[in-house]
């Protein structure tokens, strides 16, 4: 099997999967945020109960939660930026 026959089925296995993995990824997101948001009320909660103020309490709860988002978190990956070519 020729290089650009082999190149051109895995484009079309990766094309008739896509749509599966797409909706996986947007499934796990929002499983992903459901939990994130039920432990920034825990982390306000136990906030509270040990006496910090409510004003502070959710601004912390803010904080906390903001640092579970996932562009916060897609931000911070090392990503390498493509060198310009030389002239």
Known sequence: ???NKESGEMVLAVAANAPWLVWRLGISYLRY???AKRAGKVFFRSLVSNGIPEKEARDLADEYMSSLSL???MRQLPFRRPVP???
């Open 1 to 3: 099997m020729t290089r």
């Open 33 to 35: 945020k459901r939990q």
């Open 71 to 73: 562009m916060s978190i």
């Open 85 to 87: 070519a030389k002239k």
